[in-house]
């Protein structure tokens, strides 16, 4: 009887330390996923369409396409 209960007792703790170790890999999954979120949003950028060439600029600091019309 003595030996069921601590067979029961390391079952329930070798469990109870299971959820645990998912929980913390799930949350360094997710801090992870967080961060590479953060450094994508700094990579997008807003870009504007030039009306002369239909090409895309970047709105922050526009260059040009190199065609003697563009306005930028
Ligand atoms: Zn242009």
């Known amino acids: 009887m003595l030996l069921k209960i601590i067979v029961l007792t390391v079952i329930v703790i070798a469990v109870w330390h299971g959820f645990k170790f998912v929980g913390r890999l799930d949350s360094q999954r997710k801090a992870k996923l967080a961060r590479q979120a ?7 950028t807003d870009t ?3 009306p002369t ?6 709105a922050a600091a526009p ?3 190199g065609q ?3 306005p930028y």
């Open 53 to 58: 060439c239909n090409a895309y600029v970047n």
């Open 63 to 65: 260059g040009s396409c």
């Open 38 to 44: 953060s450094e994508d949003a700094k990579i997008i």
């Open 68 to 70: 003697a019309d563009c």
């Open 48 to 50: 504007v369409q030039c």
